[in-house]
């Protein structure tokens, strides 16, 4: 943890808030969406489509941990990744890389159990330091989860944001990691989560337009088949957990570039054996211990 926590305090000024692939050339990019402590899960995505390499990049798009029972192996199999690959592992931050999350969805919990609260801080300091975003062959953003309240916001914007905190409740930074789509024009309030974004065609049209973007990837959201392609095809949403919280019943899936054609392709994936620990479960075993005392 704190290696990686290193690695990002030490590119900070050059690459804050976002990372950059390289060239595809003989190259494959996979990006990956929400996998919320489904570590076996994790597993067979290496097993389908590879491991990590120099010639087989990996983009994480956040919300390692929380809900499933098994988000430290999560974490640190890709933290040890990162370690191993620092120019072709990459880690981005979503909604639940965070404090608040955290102690309501679980990670908190486990950690407590396994760990104990200095270990729990380190994460949370290594959360703080994840980039908001990547731009692969300089036309294709990933982001956790989607574009913006504000209007005309550029990619230097996103640059110039103070990532390094809790994030805050409306603004650049909270778009980035809470927004979801709509199919309707425009922007609108999220009744659905109760607070943040809904953003339309146009929104997603002019801020790839404004920023010379061909296509967004974000996550965020379960989807049937593991992904959705929206807003005109400008719009990729991945999602990566199949039969998230052992109850939702859907594929997982990944999204892959591919030289020479460099468009994106889809791998989905069923979910795999697991042992029978339900999600959640060391929050329940924490309450249990506190009650106790």
Not at 222 to 231: L, P
Not at 275 to 285: E, F, I, Q, S
Request: hydrophobic share 40%; net charge positive; glycine share 8%.
């Amino acid at each position: 943890i704190v290696q990686v926590k290193w690695h990002y305090d030490r590119n900070r000024k050059s690459s804050s808030h976002s990372e950059g692939t390289k060239p595809l050339s003989d190259r494959k990019i996979n990006v990956v969406g929400d996998t919320h402590g489904q570590f076996y899960d994790v597993c067979k995505i290496f097993e389908l489509s590879g491991e990590p390499s120099i010639n087989n990049i990996y983009v994480f798009n956040g919300d390692f941990v929380d809900r499933g029972s098994f988000g430290l192996q999560v974490i640190l199999l890709l933290i040890t990744y990162k370690i191993l690959l620092p120019k072709n592992f990459f880690m981005l931050r979503g909604n639940h890389e965070s404090r608040a999350m955290n102690l309501r969805y679980g990670f908190y919990h486990e950690i407590m159990l396994k760990y104990d609260i200095e270990v729990m801080e380190l994460f949370w300091k290594l959360f703080d330091r994840l980039p908001l975003g990547a731009i692969i062959e300089s036309k294709v953003m990933v982001v956790h989860g989607g574009l913006f309240e504000t209007k005309m916001v550029t990619v230097d914007a996103i640059q110039s944001i103070n990532r390094i905190c809790e994030p805050p409740s409306s603004g650049i930074m909270h778009d980035i990691l809470w927004a979801d789509p709509q199919s309707s024009q425009g922007r609108a309030f999220n009744h659905d989560r109760g607070g943040g974004l809904l953003f339309g065609p146009d929104v997603t049209k002019e801020f790839l337009n404004l920023n010379d973007l061909d296509i967004i990837i974000r996550s965020h959201q379960v989807r049937d088949e593991g992904f959705s392609v929206e807003h005109g095809g400008r719009l990729i949403t991945v999602f990566s957990a199949p039969n998230y919280c052992d109850t939702m019943g859907n594929k997982g899936a990944i999204v892959q570039f591919k030289a020479p054609s460099k468009k994106p392709e889809f791998l989905q994936f069923s979910v795999s054996p697991h042992p029978n620990v339900p999600p959640m479960a060391h929050m329940r075993t924490f309450q249990k211990l506190r009650a106790k005392l």
